[in-house]
Each structure stands twice: as C-alpha cells, then as structure tokens.
C-alpha cells in the first residue's frame, strides 16, 4: 500500500513530484480565501501541484474549484484575482491530464462545523 512521504513541503515554492510518486491519484483543495493578500498566488500553486502530479505520472487529478455561478457571475468582479486564479488552475489541470484523467469539482459553498453560511466573505 502506497504511504506518503512523511516531508513538510510547501506548494508554493517546493516541488511535490516525489511526494506524488505511487500515488494513484492526486486531490488539490488548496486555495486562498478571497480577499487575502494571497489570493492572486491561487492558481500558481494549483498549477504548480498538477505539473508535479503530471511530472510524476500520477494517473488522475482532482480539482477543488468553484462554482460557475460565482465565477462568471458577481464574483468576478468582487474576486477577481481569486477567479482568476482558479481559471489558472482548472486550465493547468485540464491540460496536464485531459478531460478523462481529471475531475473539476465546481461546489457554489464549502462548508463545515463552525463555518458561516454562505458565500465567502471578501
């Protein structure tokens, strides 16, 4: 059974191949939340975490993204570079594995225990 390696890596700057090696399937949620001074570096991490799937021949990659709805709708304009970012993102994912080896997730709200309700606030 295939154990991750047990390296604290970061996304944004580290390459994650290794980490990827044996595995048989990657799942990226990995997102800034609109409005922080982050966000604009969304899809570049995204990007950077399908390249290193892709370059380590992880056969599927699954992207956490966000809602049609939101995205071409007032969340452009209110999160710009947060859309963006996941327009980068799904572009990477879909180029590094095609429509058959990848899976878009486009949920409107991610919610859980604790979290408001709603849209993200800005």
Same mark, same amino acid.
């Given at each position: ?14 390459? $994650?191949? #290794? ?10 949620? %990995?997102?800034?939340? /609109? ?5 604009? #570096?969304?899809?570049? %991490?995204?990007? *950077?975490?399908?390249? @290193?799937?892709?370059?380590?021949? %992880? !056969? ?17 304009? $209110?999160?710009? #570079?947060?859309?963006?970012?996941? *327009?980068?993102?799904? @572009?990477? %994912?879909?180029?590094?594995?095609? *429509?058959?080896?990848? $899976?878009?997730?486009? !949920? &409107? ?5 604790? &979290?408001? $309700?709603? !849209? /993200? !606030?800005?």
């Amino acid at each position: 059974t295939w154990q991750p390696p047990r390296r604290r890596r970061d996304a944004s700057k580290d390459d $994650l191949s #290794d980490v990827f090696k044996g595995a048989s399937a990657v799942i990226s949620c %990995v997102g800034y939340a /609109p409005g922080s001074k982050n966000q604009k #570096d969304n899809g570049a %991490v995204n990007k *950077a975490i399908a390249d @290193a799937a892709a370059k380590a021949k %992880v !056969p599927r990659f699954v992207y956490i993204s966000v809602a049609s709805a939101i995205s071409d709708g007032p969340g452009k304009f $209110l999160f710009g #570079d947060y859309m963006k970012g996941k *327009a980068q993102a799904e @572009a990477a %994912v879909s180029q590094d594995f095609g *429509a058959t080896n990848s $899976l878009i997730i486009r !949920p &409107a709200v991610i919610s859980g225990p604790g &979290a408001p $309700l709603g !849209p /993200p !606030p800005p």
